[in-house]
């Protein structure tokens, strides 16, 4: 075992999921990994080309046509959404095997390719002051809904926009694109509490709730907190939870992370641009541990959240 290998097998949970089911299930997959890889390069190499020959006529036939070379670039681009889209047709094929191998170790969770299985997650976002004025949701292709141990939760990856009329211009604004999470505490909690990260863009401090100051002060200097029952937020916002919020920023490698407790229940939004949850890489083998390590991480750090709710009744 390869000493990248041992560094995965610390956790027992993930190893014995990876050897068992995942490893087999996409060593299959490799010859086909390799033929797209080829069929990717040479696609990629074909517009390359294409583009050095196009950039020579243009230089031959219009000297002082600056402005021709922008199609020329164009060509170029081409070339790497080419190489992109096959390496998404091939991460899909085989997400399409792993995905329902991965769930099965958090209980009942189903994945769901959002372009293909349309989701709404409503305004309960915009109804906790987690996100705001939005009026129209699109969900991507990493979508996930389940119960974990008696506790519905729902993980979408998902970009949140306002339509917008200003002098006479009607367009699409985008509020939040990102990683959003919503599951059921199973248990009545007497306050509505919104912890923003102070390094986040789209935070805008609710009305009618009052700003909290907490004890942690390295905590404190990171997060923003507003609620309308301090007494109750304080016995929400424990040393521990700070804890499981610091993985879940690990987990998916990021500083803006921000939450609520609404309705009995718990929510959290992350910002990125990131192609989270992505596997099937083409230049990678299809069996190399690190990038369903990635993936199971990011999915583990929420349960553990859930967890920490479920043994704090």
Not at 5 to 26: G, H, M, R, T
Not at 106 to 133: A, H, R, V
Request: aromatic share 18%; with cysteine; net charge positive.
């Amino acid at each position: 075992m390869s000493i990248k290998a041992k560094s995965y097998s610390q956790n027992k949970e993930f190893w014995d999921l990876y050897q068992n089911k995942i490893a087999p299930c996409v060593t299959k997959f490799d010859k086909q990994r390799i033929v797209k890889l080829c069929f990717a390069i040479i696609g990629t190499i074909f517009f390359f080309v294409l583009g050095l020959l196009f950039s020579y006529w243009l230089a031959t036939m219009f000297p002082k046509g600056v402005e021709l070379y922008f199609l020329n670039l164009l060509v170029y681009l081409i070339g790497l959404v080419f190489y992109s889209a096959v390496k998404k047709d091939f991460e899909c094929s085989i997400k399409e095997k792993i995905m329902p191998v991965v769930c099965q170790s958090f209980g009942t969770i189903k994945w769901m390719d959002g372009l293909k299985e349309p989701y709404n997650p409503g305004q309960i976002y915009e109804q906790s002051g987690l996100i705001p004025f939005y009026n129209k949701v699109e969900c991507w292709d990493d979508n996930f809904c389940g119960t974990y141990k008696d506790v519905a939760i729902e993980l979408l990856e998902a970009e949140f926009t306002n339509f917008s009329f200003f002098l006479h211009f009607n367009k699409w604004q985008r509020v939040f694109k990102g990683i959003v999470v919503k599951f059921a505490l199973n248990k009545t909690f007497n306050s509505h509490t919104v912890i923003f990260s102070n390094s986040s863009w789209f935070c805008l401090e609710p009305p009618h709730l009052k700003r909290m100051l907490i004890e942690d002060v390295v905590f404190e200097k990171k997060y923003s907190v507003f609620t309308d029952n301090e007494a109750n937020a304080r016995d929400l916002i424990t040393p521990l939870f700070i804890e499981r919020l610091k993985q879940i920023k690990l987990a998916f490698k990021t500083e803006n992370i921000s939450c609520a407790f609404y309705n009995d229940l718990f929510l959290i939004a992350i910002p990125t641009n990131k192609d989270l949850f992505s596997i099937g890489s083409l230049v990678k083998p299809v069996n190399d541990p690190k990038q369903y390590y990635n993936m199971y991480e990011e999915m583990e750090s929420i349960i553990k959240l859930i967890d920490y709710f479920k043994a704090a009744k």
